[in-house]
């Protein structure tokens, strides 16, 4: 997976590059087919946004479904990982809907096999 960073005028946290890939990475355990992850990072200098001032979207593209998710946060970090989540929840419902559950019972078993 190939990951891509771009921020509009923000200094980033020194170690944010490695924690976005590990985080990012961990992803690949759904089994969704993506190819490109792009993280874009916004800040704010407006005082109005106070604890929200930075702002993180991560859109994902290849041969999967395109996945949009935004997190809002006092720094880069905090809005990165409130993003992160949304995408692993969505991620997580689509690896769940494409299992097959069987949903036979017992009895429905045994009278099949007798």
Same mark, same amino acid.
């Given at each position: 997976?190939?990951? =891509?960073?771009?921020?509009?005028?923000? !200094? *980033?946290?020194?170690d944010?590059?490695?924690? !976005?890939?590990?985080?990012?990475?961990? *992803?690949?355990? +759904?089994?969704?087919?993506?190819?490109?992850?792009? =993280?874009? =990072?916004?800040?704010?200098?407006?005082?109005h +946004?106070?604890?929200?001032?930075? @702002?993180?979207?991560?859109?994902?593209?290849?041969?999967?479904? &395109? *996945?949009?998710?935004?997190?809002?946060? +006092?720094?880069? &970090?905090?809005? +990165?990982?409130?993003? !992160?989540? !949304?995408?692993?929840l969505?991620? @997580?419902? @689509?690896?769940?809907?494409?299992?097959?559950?069987?949903?036979?019972?017992?009895?429905?078993? @045994?009278?099949?096999?007798?």
């Amino acid at each position: 997976m190939k990951i =891509i960073t771009h921020n509009h005028g923000v !200094a *980033l946290a020194s170690d944010f590059e490695e924690i !976005a890939t590990e985080r990012i990475e961990r *992803l690949e355990r +759904f089994g969704i087919p993506i190819e490109r992850m792009y =993280i874009d =990072i916004r800040h704010e200098v407006n005082p109005h +946004f106070g604890k929200h001032s930075h @702002r993180v979207i991560l859109t994902s593209h290849g041969a999967g479904p &395109l *996945l949009r998710a935004e997190g809002s946060g +006092f720094n880069d &970090l905090a809005a +990165f990982d409130e993003a !992160a989540e !949304a995408i692993e929840l969505q991620l @997580r419902k @689509r690896h769940e809907r494409s299992k097959d559950i069987d949903r036979t019972t017992l009895r429905k078993l @045994r009278v099949k096999g007798a």
